[in-house]
Structure formats: structure tokens, C-alpha cells
């Protein structure tokens, strides 16, 4: 059940007039957008950050804070999508960056970091036996579905509605369309019986089974326990592959969300702040899957790529596993990222809004809805203009997240900017309350 908003008129006014201010007040960043499309298409490289009219240049960041070309400083509660874990140039990933320059960053070889970083991510993540790096977290998703076509001789691969997996592997909105054409079978998130049917009628044919264990682009809706589970007997029945995309779920726990259900894929997928900010992936699994990579086998598969094993992204990615990103910061930072959502959710309540907070841990996504959300279509009914407002109500008082509603918390993230992030929240629905959906109990007083 969705509700509607007190009143729909009122509510395009109240956006456009936010929007209007932004325009007011961003006209460096107007300007650039200007030339940027000259260059360009639509002045964007990449397509999640384009917002209309234009989207906000950053021109600085430190810890968890960002300055935009117009001179706002703003609070990164967005930290570039969870790649900013650890905020703006922390001073490890700074120093070991610098050491790395002063060596040489294009050795035209093999290097000792990338044997250091893969040793630290094995230790992490047991079911990682073997791994290899890429550049990205979508180059480590093709390589998985690689190797799972590969390893079965089979086409088939069963995703789920409202997962990305990255710009060539989405499976959200519109955005599906430059799609790597493999034979995609597709079944609602959090529905096991959808996902045994598909398994039922193609069993034989599928290949992998890839599945982020939660919706992450998709609106940080967790995958339950059960249908995690429920997809590792399915793929067993079936000879198909288990991967694990936790390019941004590694981030919950030391081993990632795997650790925590107790879960075994057989192919697992990182990205993002692993390379402690600079460009990043890797895909690793069980040894017998990987040493199909090894360069020494008569059939080896190919896996190339000049910039896998890049100095610079090796050597920030250690620092941040061995300086920055110990037990304690784990939890901290999930115990931040509980309480922030919390008090999100305390402050819907309390002014009887039809809002909501999702996500586990420090990620996290503001839904303009109350009703519970299980899967991708549950999004269907929402209105994308209660979003717009927030995320334009927060960055007009100095509050910077997603336009989505997608929040990550970085490590310099602490107390001070919760508290910040929460009472900046607050002003926002205090300004707009009559135009922001009310809940059907509120509604009916
Ligand atoms: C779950 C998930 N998988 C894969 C990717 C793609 O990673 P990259 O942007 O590094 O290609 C992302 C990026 O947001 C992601 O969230």
C-alpha cells in the first residue's frame, strides 16, 4: 500500500522551488556543468552522479567532508558510493601512496603488493582459495560469470530483479540496456520459490547463480538468511555456480556478509574501497575454479589487463587492510551505521511520515515509503519526487548523500556527524512536512 502525498501540486512547488535555490546557489558548479558538455555527453562519464539541472563539481575532499566548486562545505554522507571507506586521504593510504610513487608505479611486471593484498584478502575471506584483481567491480563480476561459463559449459545465468552488478551487468530501472548478452534468467529478490522454479525448468542450463547479498544500488534491501541459504542448495542441485557480489556488503563484516550467514559461494566478487579508494576489483573462489587461471596449464584461461595489478591501488589497498580497517573499526562503524538508521526511522515515526530507513550496517537507503521491502517491485509505487526534496533540502543545509537516498558511512564519519546528519535530516522534514507523504495512521487523525 502506498500513500498518496497530502498534496501533489504542492509538493512539485516545493521542488521546484528547491530546486531553483541549487540553481541560485551552484552557478560555478552551472557553469562547469555548461562546458562539460561540450566534451562530454550530457557533461557525464559516469551515469549514476548526472542529476538535472546539473550535478554538483566537487573541487576538495578531507576526512569526511567535501567542498563544492561553489565554496560549500559539505558532509559526505555519500562517501563515492562505499569506495570511500575511509574517507578523504587518510594519512596511511596517503603515506603508502607517496612510498609507492617514489618506487615507480608502472614496473611493467610482477610486484611484491599484489602478492601482500591478496594474502590479506585470503585470510579474510576463506572461500577466496585463489584470487585475481581487475580494475573494477564490474570487470571481477564478468570474470566470475567467465569462469562460471567456463567451469560448466553452460549459458545461463540466474540474477535478480534490481541488482547491479555494474554498468555492463544491471538489473535495476532502465539501465540494463549495454548489458553483457548472457543468457539472463531473472527472478524476483528474497523469493527462493521464483528462484527453484528458474532452477526447476533450466537447471542444466545454468551456469551461476549471482546475487548480492543485499540489494545495494537496488535500495539496501537485505537478502534474508533463508534465501541466501536456499540459493547455495539450489545452485548445489543444479551443478550451477554460487557468486557472491559483496563489492559492497564486504564492508559488514572482517569476511564479508558471507562470514556472518556462515555461507560458503564458490566464486565471491570485491571492489570499491579494497583498493583503499583508487580504482579496484577481484573475483576469487574455490582453488580448483580458479587455477583454471594459472598461466602454466595447457588450458589456461586468459585473464589480462594492464592495470590489475596497478602500484598505486595495491599499495593504498594494504594500508587500509593493515592500518585502517581492523576488528574494532568494523564495528564501530556498523554500530554507527545502526544507530544512524535507527534514529532516521525514530524521526519518520515520531512526525508520522511515510518515510523509511533501510540498509544493514553503515549502508544505507531512504525510501519514501512504510511498507515492508522484501524485493525491487515493493519500490514500484514510490514517488521519486519525496527523494528529490530530501536530497535537496539536505544539501541546501550542507548535507551530502546520493540522490537515490543511498547513504554510506565512511570511518571519519563519528558521533559529531550523526548527530549532524540527524538534526540536518530533521530541519528537512520540519520545512517540508506538509508536502512529504504521511502515514495511513497519521493521515486518518
Ligand atoms: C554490488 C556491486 N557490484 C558491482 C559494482 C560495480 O563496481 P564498479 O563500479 O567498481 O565497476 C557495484 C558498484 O556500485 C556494486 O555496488
Not at 584483481?133 to 567467465?146: C, D, I, P, Q
Not at 541466501?228 to 569476511?255: K, W, Y
Not at 566478487?269 to 583508487?278: A, D, E, I, S
Not at 512504510?370 to 526534496?389: E, G, Q, S, V, W
Request: charged share 20%; aromatic share 8%.
Amino acid at each position: 500500500m502506498t500513500h498518496p502525498t497530502r498534496t501533489s501540486a504542492s509538493l512539485d512547488q516545493a521542488l521546484a522551488a528547491a530546486v531553483e535555490r541549487y540553481r541560485q546557489r551552484n552557478p560555478a558548479s552551472a557553469e562547469q556543468f555548461e562546458q562539460a558538455t561540450e566534451v562530454l555527453p550530457g557533461g557525464n562519464t559516469r551515469s549514476v552522479l548526472f542529476q538535472a539541472p546539473f550535478p554538483p563539481v566537487m573541487v576538495r575532499g578531507q576526512g569526511c567532508w567535501l567542498w563544492d566548486a561553489d565554496g560549500h562545505k559539505l558532509l559526505d554522507a555519500l562517501g563515492e558510493f562505499t569506495a570511500g571507506l575511509y574517507g578523504h586521504s587518510a594519512a596511511p593510504i596517503r603515506a603508502a601512496i607517496v612510498a609507492a610513487l617514489d618506487g615507480g608505479i608502472s614496473l611493467s611486471s610482477h610486484t611484491f603488493r599484489e602478492v601482500e593484498l591478496a594474502r590479506e584478502l585470503v585470510r579474510r575471506f576463506p572461500s577466496m582459495q585463489l584470487l585475481r584483481f581487475t580494475n573494477s567491480g564490474t570487470e571481477a563480476n564478468l570474470l566470475a560469470l567467465a569462469t562460471a561459463v567456463a567451469h560448466t559449459g553452460r549459458r545461463k545465468v540466474l540474477v535478480f530483479e534490481g541488482a547491479y552488478h555494474g554498468g555492463v551487468l544491471s538489473f535495476g530501472g532502465a539501465t540494463g540496456s549495454v548489458n553483457v548478452p548472457h543468457e539472463w534468467l531473472r527472478a524476483p529478490y528474497n523469493d527462493l520459490a521464483a528462484a527453484a522454479a528458474h532452477v526447476e525448468h533450466d537447471g542444466e542450463q545454468i551456469a551461476a547463480i549471482l546475487v548480492e547479498p543485499m540489494l545495494g544500488s537496488g535500495g539496501c534491501i537485505p537478502g534474508t538468511p533463508t534465501f541466501l541459504q536456499g540459493l547455495r542448495r539450489l545452485a548445489d542441485e543444479c551443478g550451477a555456480l554460487l557468486v557472491f557480489d559483496e563489492v559492497m556488503t564486504s564492508r559488514l563484516a572482517l569476511g564479508g556478509r558471507q562470514s556472518q550467514l556462515g555461507l560458503v559461494p564458490d566464486l565471491t566478487t570485491l571492489g570499491k574501497y579494497f583498493g583503499g579508494g583508487l580504482s579496484f576489483g577481484a573475483f576469487g573462489g574455490r582453488r580448483e575454479l580458479m587455477q583454471r587461471f594459472d598461466p602454466r596449464r595447457a588450458d589456461a584461461l586468459g585473464h589480462a589487463g594492464t592495470f590489475n595489478n596497478n602500484v598505486l591501488s595495491m599499495a593504498a589497498g594494504l594500508a587500509g587492510l593493515r592500518e585502517l580497517w581492523t576488528p574494532a573499526a568494523v564495528d564501530a562503524l556498523n554500530r554507527r551505521g545502526e544507530r544512524l538508521r535507527e534514529r532516521c526511522n525514530a524521526l519518520f515515526r515520531d512526525r508520522g511520515l511515510a518515510l523509511q530507513c533501510t540498509g544493514l550496517g553503515s549502508l544505507m537507503t531512504l525510501h519514501a515509503t512504510d511498507c515492508p521491502l522484501r524485493c525491487y517491485a515493493d519500490l514500484a509505487d514510490t514517488d521519486p519526487r519525496i527523494k528529490d526534496l530530501i536530497y535537496f533540502g539536505l544539501l541546501e543545509r550542507g548535507v551530502f548523500m546520493a540522490r537515490r537516498g543511498f547513504v554510506a558511512l565512511s570511518l571519519p564519519f563519528g558521533d559529531a556527524e550523526l548527530e549532524l546528519f540527524v538534526a540536518t535530516l530533521d530541519e528537512v522534514l520540519r520545512a517540508y512536512a506538509e508536502v512529504l507523504p504521511a502515514t495511513a495512521r497519521s493521515m486518518s487523525m
